[in-house]
């Protein structure tokens, strides 16, 4: 359990909370300062690697967690192995389905991932009392209804090219939301075989895209994660 303490300029905020930036943009935002204070009382900060499960499909589901870095993978596994890799999660996210009893994909930290643990009734006694979280709480819902529409489309439609272009570019805008450069840096949080599971590629095809739009100068790759877009307007052309 965190210790909550009090800042002389603001004193009605836990000092923890005053840093963290999905404070302000995730569903903290929606928080009065009592709410904070007495959230915070029970929430904690946890740090998992890239590979570590956080969440089973169909276990049950015993807290919800803030997005504060990194990615987290959502994934339905078929009884014979085969894994499709049905979304992503960046900060400031939240992870879990509120009033569910247990979890309908698996989650993983697809890169080094920080979190902030939310006991499961903590949360939903808060979203019961605050209209404003509960509304927060269904914009992201819905947002994340229209990013899976907007997959489906990429999935069904869209070409090999336009598929790893896609990719790139939904890392390249979330992976860091206070990044605003036209230049973007970033580590790729999945792997070839990962990626292929999301799109429906094989491994083979989606190396020899990546190496295309290299070659065209779309991206500039250091090793086989660092990648570099110089400019993502082009990048998102190559989108289709």
């Known amino acids: 359990m965190q210790t909550v303490r009090k800042d002389i300029h ?18 903290c935002g929606a928080l009065n300062p009592e709410q904070l204070l007495a959230l915070a009382k029970s929430t904690r900060r ?23 870095r990194g990615v987290v993978k959502l994934s339905k596994v078929l009884e014979d192995g085969r ?12 992870l879990g389905r509120p009033f569910a009893a247990e979890s309908r994909v698996s989650a993983e930290a697809a890169s080094e991932v920080d979190l ?18 509960e509304h927060l709480v269904m914009l992201q819902a819905l947002r994340e ?28 805008t ?6 605003v450069e036209p230049e973007t840096r970033f580590e790729l949080p999945l792997t070839r075989a990962d990626i292929g599971d999301f799109l429906g590629l094989t ?3 989606v190396s020899r895209q ?17 990648v570099t877009v110089p400019d993502l307007a082009r990048l998102r052309l190559r989108c289709g």
């Open 116 to 133: 902030c643990l939310i006991p499961k009734p903590a949360l939903e006694t808060l979203l019961t009392q605050s209209a404003a979280l």
């Open 83 to 94: 894994q499709q890799v049905v979304g992503l999660q960046f900060a400031p996210d939240l």
């Open 46 to 68: 946890v740090r998992k690697d890239a590979g570590e499960e956080l969440l089973a499909d169909a276990m049950p589901i015993s807290s919800y967690a803030n997005v504060l």
């Open 145 to 172: 209804l229209d990013e899976a529409r907007d997959w489906m489309v990429t999935l069904g439609r869209k070409s090999a090219a336009e598929k790893v272009a896609s990719f790139l570019y939904l890392i390249a």
């Open 174 to 179: 979330h992976i860091d939301p206070t990044e």
């Open 203 to 205: 491994i083979e095809t």
């Open 10 to 27: 603001n004193s009605d905020i836990p000092v923890l909370c005053q840093s963290c930036e999905a404070r302000h943009q995730g569903i």
């Open 210 to 226: 990546i190496s295309r739009l290299k070659a065209d100068g779309v991206i500039e790759i250091l090793g086989n994660r660092h």
